[in-house]
């Protein structure tokens, strides 16, 4: 089945730094969505990618999807600690089933 | 408010017991899903519906079974036949069906622990 996969698994930064994290799909993606899940919460939806190449800014968060789309990555500007985190993206199985596949996901954790 | 209802938040089992968590939304959302999540791992998919009366299994469907009588309404059986249950179950729904395009929103999720 569809099947996604995400780096890396954890990141430990100084507030202050950059952060990215990838996911990386064999078959090529209809579209991509990126989650955040804060500690002891629920997964939160950030940003949906559809088009091939395509870079979407929010804040100091940049989302790109691949040229091929079979994958997308989550850049972070200056980490801040209210960044913490596990980020996910999510992916449609293969076939107009609705089925939506997530990533193991990338926890942060920001020394401050 | 519209949102996701998801109950009971904690809940203790003993093993051999079968329990229901429940989830509801007022959102007017075709879609719904059950997931569940371990510790330091992602999400994965235990079932979901696109419309009322129909539902898929996910990768993970062994043990767990669901219904879909009414729209608002998707609960979820943790039977005994789960060998692992002890998990962080969450539902989510979104709007439309069969679609690709639409963001998942999420309860709050239950915390089932098997004693």
């Known amino acids: 089945g569809q099947q996604v996969m995400q780096i890396p698994q954890y990141q430990h930064v100084q507030e202050g730094e950059d952060f990215t994290t990838y996911c990386n799909s064999s078959?090529?993606?209809?579209?991509i969505q990126w989650y955040k899940q804060r500690p002891g919460g629920h997964p939160v939806f950030l940003i949906q990618?559809?088009?091939?190449?395509e870079v979407k800014k929010q804040k100091r968060l940049t989302f790109q999807f691949g040229e091929a789309k079979k994958n997308s990555s989550l850049h972070i500007t200056a980490t801040q600690t209210t960044d913490v985190g596990t980020y996910f993206c999510?992916?449609?199985?293969?076939?107009?089933?609705?089925?939506?596949?997530f990533g193991q996901g990338t926890t942060l954790q920001v020394k401050p | 408010d519209g949102g996701i209802t998801q109950s009971p938040k904690y809940l203790f089992r003993k093993e051999g017991q079968n329990v229901t968590l429940s989830c509801e939304q007022n959102?007017?959302?075709?879609?719904m899903y059950w997931y569940r999540q371990d510790p330091g791992q992602g999400l994965r998919l235990i079932y979901y519906?696109?419309?009322?009366?129909?539902?898929q299994k996910g990768d993970i469907a062994e043990g767990y079974s669901v219904s879909r009588e009414k729209k608002e309404s998707f609960p979820l059986t943790v039977t005994s036949a789960q060998k692992n249950p002890t998990a962080f179950y969450l539902c989510?729904?979104?709007?439309?069906?069969?679609?690709?395009?639409?963001?998942?929103?999420f309860g709050e999720g239950s915390r089932l622990t098997v004693l």
């Open positions: 989510a729904s979104r709007p439309g069906h069969y679609n690709l395009i639409g963001e998942l929103f």
């Open positions: 078959t090529t993606l209809s579209n």
């Open positions: 990618l559809v088009k091939s190449g």
């Open positions: 999510a992916v449609h199985g293969s076939g107009n089933t609705g089925k939506l596949i």
């Open positions: 959102l007017n959302h075709d879609a």
């Open positions: 519906s696109q419309i009322v009366n129909d539902f």
